[in-house]
């Protein structure tokens, strides 16, 4: 398990699954503002790549987020769109809705640049985010991502285009987090 200061990212265990479905995939809201397609509901037993992990998949890195206090699922966290070649990649999280604004998704962020610069090597990460995700462009800059460019009108959301943010880190910027 990789570990930060309040959250581990672990692998996924068939238990997350059905909980993930529930508050986060089910949620039409959530998914509309969160991915970048339009939203549909998940069959329960499905393989859906989202909730299903493939080991073998090279271009991703999905884990399951807990609390390092007791082990509880608090969301999901990627690491996808992986590239050895220009070693790069994008992070992705959500946080379950009870289990917003605590810190964690700061931590997932802190936690996710230490596995793609200390443990894969890589180069360069990138962020895309709604120019309206105030938590999620606070969680990245406090990790030292910068705003490199806005994506105007490059999301339709729920009735609207929406901007988008691109933020990006490089690794001889990156400052380590103490662990817990
Ligand atoms: C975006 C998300 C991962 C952020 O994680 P989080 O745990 O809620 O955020 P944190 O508690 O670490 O807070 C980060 C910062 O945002 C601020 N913040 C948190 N929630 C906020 C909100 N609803 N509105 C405005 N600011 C908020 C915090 O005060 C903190 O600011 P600071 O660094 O200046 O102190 C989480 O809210 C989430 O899962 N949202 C839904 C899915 C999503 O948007 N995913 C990202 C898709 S790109």
Redesign the pocket.
């Known amino acids: 398990m990789l570990r930060g200061s309040k959250v581990g990212l672990r692998a996924r265990h068939d238990d997350d699954i059905p909980v993930l479905r529930t508050e986060l995939y089910d949620d039409v809201v959530?998914g509309s503002?969160?991915e970048g397609a339009a939203w549909r509901p998940i069959t329960p037993g499905s393989k859906d790549p989202r909730l299903v992990v493939d080991d073998t998949e090279q271009w991703r890195v999905p884990f399951s987020v807990v609390e390092l206090d007791g082990g509880t699922l608090v969301?999901t966290a990627t690491l996808w769109g992986i590239d050895n070649h220009h070693r790069s990649a994008h992070l992705?999280?959500?946080?379950l809705p009870a289990c917003?604004?605590?810190?964690?998704?700061?931590d997932v962020v802190a936690t996710l640049c230490s596995y793609g610069f200390a443990v894969r090597g890589l180069h360069r990460l990138q962020?895309?985010?709604l120019a309206d995700?105030?938590?999620?462009l606070?969680?990245a800059e406090?990790n030292g991502f910068v705003r490199e460019g806005v994506l105007r009108s490059s999301a339709w959301v729920l009735g609207e285009f929406l901007d988008e943010v691109v933020l990006g880190l490089l690794a001889q910027d990156w400052k380590p987090k103490p662990k817990a």
């Open positions: 959530n503002r969160s969301g992705g999280l959500g946080l917003r604004g605590k810190g964690y998704g700061t962020i895309e985010t995700n105030t938590a999620m606070r969680a406090r």
